[in-house]
């Protein structure tokens, strides 16, 4: 463990990391806001969901450096009078278990058809593949929008609002995963015809076998990499679902939400409302992605 | 031949590349000269460097590398440090290249009387019109069939082997004084070798070309080159007329190296081996670099580098032909080789 | 006899499609393209010999390695393992542990993901050979040995190692099922020089203390020399020429094996000035008519261009079969030593 601990540090990974000040810094601003998030029941100034501490009476103060602030709440309050730092840190939790849960699903998803289509080639190719081009002529929201109709019609209200944010983890999760196909059956043909998968079929052993355990660890670098700038992509998709009102409910606000619900104020003067959760999102999105361009870079050793 | 003034003179030729652990030396204190006309051959094993210098000398290493020490002229000229749009002209003009692969050199967008019409009223006072019949006239001089008809073809159209022909005649179309050729022959099969070395080697000596064949195939050097450097680990280990190299070689990588060739003639039960690996360029041994695979090792070899020194007819970077030591050399000598021959 | 025999193989052929898509050949107009990689290869590999298979790039002797441990199916013809179907052979576990393979790029062929002692341990593991992990452990330890490296190296990625130390690693795998016979694909054609003289020595020795079979595939004539019992030599597909080694390489009789002979740079430097083969190796797409060899061939007459020759015993030396329909008219000129090859001016048209 120490050992591996040790072989990371002398990797060309971190040094390539600790020679680029802009990825130093997204990482940091990364770790920084996934931590506020995860840990926002136990650091957030105020629990904007309790409603027994919530008064009506602080609703629409101003950030604290402001004339009227109150430097309890740091970022101000919305019309209900929740605490938008809090709200925020809560806000980023579910818009990035809805990002980080979709990705997931857009990877083992993807995974299993790029490595399946690549491996055996032939029909299961050709059938796995049309799929993913037919997939990929329908914009994400579209398709967002079509499940969450669907469900909609066919849930009654209050179950639909507990089902909202798997529906959206599904929407966007299913609507990312023949990026991830495509580039592992790419890799999964190279790696198909080298020396060492030949070898383990002279051995004999099963195709599902040399597949999970000689040819997935090969083609697992630029999934890490496409996964982690389809994670900005899928936290913007779900504030794009959330602003237009078919994302996760109010009751659970995510930034998206939280974005939708400020604009309502923007133009009566209270801009803090939608302008604080807009900077979140933009600092999130840009510090993960990246960090995704850089992991890009350093493990293109073309580029290196 | 050494009364005539050497072509290409490299003096004491470094080259570095700066990595994140510290730099590395690719190539040390390499010397050498090519006359006018003159084949020199360059041979090694992967990595001792041999590319690296011809790549020095036409001006494209790859960065990070650089010429870090030591000069480079041709025609009494330095031309290691002109500015890169200098050197492009040098390298048309009176340098050609011929790389490995013939698809690295040739533009597959342009038909390949295009590239070779180019390459001459760029460099040459000639007019289109006349560039092209010469074009046509090179393709006929390296041995492409219809050459007047596939003048037109792209790079694609043509075989392995006739691309690296048309290759041949892109390098020499502007009648350079000194062709750089990096493995010519080694992505061709056996016959198409045969073909193309009788063919370098003819328009060479026709046109009194000076040429550099850099390979790690010591048949193709044996057949084509006059002189021969041998080169370890970034460094010349010797370097001598080619028949006394591969007959009498003196430095002991060489009479291993020479031994390890399979011959044709005869089964051998056993091959002459080096035991082990030339060590990476980042733990190069301290003294001859050589030393921890040398049969004849003593104990100078461990402490000093050696420079190359007269060796019979040869000149060999090795202890074994310093005066001062030759005691202890013949010691080791008798001992090593009787190792070797157990081997 | 055919106790004795290791392999066999009877007029195998290995065909590929080789197509463009539906649309674009209805759109040019053109029918399905079959290339015939091995095209009717018959030979036979006795117990404890090596039989080594020559010829240039596209001659189909790679493809030949992969039919016979079963990487390809045959298109025609048939693979006879120790007796038994091929197919049949390598259903059964305790069959297919007899066969392992080594390939050309140590760089290609050590899965780079895995540690060295992981790597030599999985046909171990896929064989169940060992019945404890500490056994496995211990195997794997008498193999680094036995291939000259220490067993701590199993620690380690493949990368940590030189092309012919990596080498090594996938001799010690290939030997790990305890095989009988070995297909070695090009084994030291991408290492140097001295290198390859170690692996050569290696294999060597290896053969003598296991009684290992080798069918050893090679482009390098010098190196075929001296690993082999018999020599096949392929062109386009087929065996042109099946002789033992030392009848082969003091009198070659096809064409062909004298033409790749008379390639081979001079080291003795005697002097002579080399004939070079004129022509290229046509496409196994469009082969030529009648004998594949006859558009380079200086003896080819109009028989060549219309029949393809079968293999014969050849005039003058009956250890030989030879495809060629010059050798059995006597139109060669018979039996010849190798160098008499190079003083006759060789046997080919300059191109």
Redesign the interface.
Known sequence: MVAAVQRFFDS?IW?SFTRSPVTVISAIVAFVCIAGAVLAPVIAPHNPFDLASLQLLDAFKPPAWSEEGEPTYLLGTDDQGRDMLSAIMYGARVSLLVGFCAVVMSVLLGVSAGLAAGYLGGTVDAVLMRIADIKLTFPTILIALLIDGITRAALPRDVHDQVAIYVVIFAIGFSNWPSFARTVRGSTMVERN???V????????SRGRIMVS?VL??VLGPVLVIATLQLGFAILAEATLSFLGVGVPPTQPSLGTLIRIGNDFLFSGEWWITIFPGIALIVLVLSVNLLGDWLRDALNPKLR | MSNTLPLLEVRNLRVEFPT?RGILTALDDVSFDIHPGEVLGVVGESGAGKSMTGAAIIGLLEPPGRIAGGSISLGGRRIDNLPAKEMRTVRGREIGAIFQDPLTTLNPLYTVGRQLVETMTTHLPLNPAEARRKAVEWLELVGIPAAAQRIDSYPHEFSGGMRQRVVIALALCAEPKLIVADEPTTALDVSIQAQVIALLKRLAREKGTAMMLVTHDMGVIAETADRVAVMYAGRIAEIGAVRQVVKHPAHPYTIGLMGSIPPISHRMPRLLQIEGAMPRLSSIPRGCAYNPRCPRVFDRCRQDRPDLLDAGDTRAACWLYDGADKDAAHAAAESGYTEVRRG | MADDLMLRTEDVARHFDVSRPLIQRMIAREGRRTLRAVDGVSFDIPKGTTLSLVGESGCGKSTVA?LV???YAPTRGRVVFDGRDLAEA?SD?AQ?RR???I???PY??????WRVRDIIA??IR??GLTRSNAETVERVGQLLTQVGLAPADGQKFPHEFSGGQRQRI?IA?ALS?NPEFLVCDEPTSALDVSVQAQILNLMKDLQARLGLTYLFISHNLAVVRQVSDRVGVMYLGRIVELAPAETLFTTPRHPYTRALMEAIPDLDMTGRQRIPVGGEVPSPITPPSGCPFHPRCALANDRCKAELPPMLPARGTPAAKVACHAVEEGRDGGPQAAVRVAERGGMLAAS
């Open positions: 060309d040094w080298k020396e060492y030949q070898a383990a079929r002279v051995i004999g052993l000689h660890p090969n | 994140r | 992969r441990v079963g990487l390598r576990a297919r066969m392992q393979m390939f050309q790029d290609a062929s050590l899965n780079p993901r999985e046909p896929a064989f996938s795998r099922s």
